[in-house]
């Protein structure tokens, strides 16, 4: 079975600054997709950002990047330049690609709570 | 357009009543998943719906939560004689099901439910 892993339960930052937060997974399938959701106090879960294992290229999206080591099975997410509204919780996620017989859910960690400092 | 809508945003209930939490996934979604989140933890997955049936129900922790969804669209989990270990947020998620699997699953708010 898969599993997902954030060993960091809280974090702070800097408005302005850099943060990483770390996840490692642990799966024995090739083909699979990692994803960061974010979930401000309203509850409402935002995806921030996805990586599709097959591409070495990791993933973008404005301030927030991704270090992807698929050998380390390690998936960090970059923050910069944070901004008062990127504290939240933010999980990782792990989702199979496999056709048949799958449910593809989402595996989740329990998350890093992330505060913004001004 | 809308977004997934979950019904009521908030449960208050005596222990041992019976509750019932709605979901409206997003339309064309044809796949649907409860998840359970207690305080200070991640999300827990609950059951699985691929149009109207449920092909993985194994997060269901025991034979006192059940779900059905009707017309491949509205989910309603229900939870009988409630047990104050079931105060949580319960979350409904809806995606695009079929390759690639890359699609994101879409969250509506959520329910927060508390058992006295």
């Known amino acids: 079975a898969q599993t997902v892993t954030q060993s960091q339960p809280e974090m702070s930052v800097q408005e302005a600054e850099t943060v990483t937060l770390s996840c490692t997974y642990d799966t024995s399938e090739s083909d699979y997709y990692l994803f960061w959701y974010k979930q401000p106090p309203s509850r409402q879960m935002i995806l921030v950002i996805r990586q599709e294992a097959y591409k070495q290229q990791n993933a973008t999206e404005n301030r927030f990047s991704v270090n992807f080591q698929k050998a380390a099975k390690s998936f960090s997410l970059k923050i910069s330049d944070s901004q008062l509204g990127d504290a939240a919780m933010y999980f990782c996620a792990y989702r199979s690609a496999r056709v048949s017989g799958a449910t593809n859910k989402l595996i989740f960690g329990t998350g890093t709570l992330l505060a913004v400092q001004p | 357009g809308a977004g997934v809508s979950q019904s009521p945003s908030n449960k208050v209930t005596e222990k041992g009543k019976d509750v019932e939490l709605r979901c409206d996934p997003i339309?064309?979604?044809?796949?649907l998943y409860w998840y359970r989140q207690s305080l200070g933890q991640g999300l827990e997955f609950l059951i699985y719906f691929q149009g109207n049936s449920a092909p993985d129900k194994s997060g269901l922790p025991s034979d006192r939560f059940s779900a059905e969804r009707t017309g491949g669209s509205v989910s309603t989990l229900t939870i009988q004689r409630t047990q104050q270990e079931d105060s949580a947020v319960y979350l409904c998620a809806s995606s695009f099901q079929g390759r690639p699997y890359n699609s994101p699953l879409h969250f509506g708010n959520g329910t927060r439910l508390t058992v006295t």
């Open positions: 339309s064309g979604h044809t796949a």
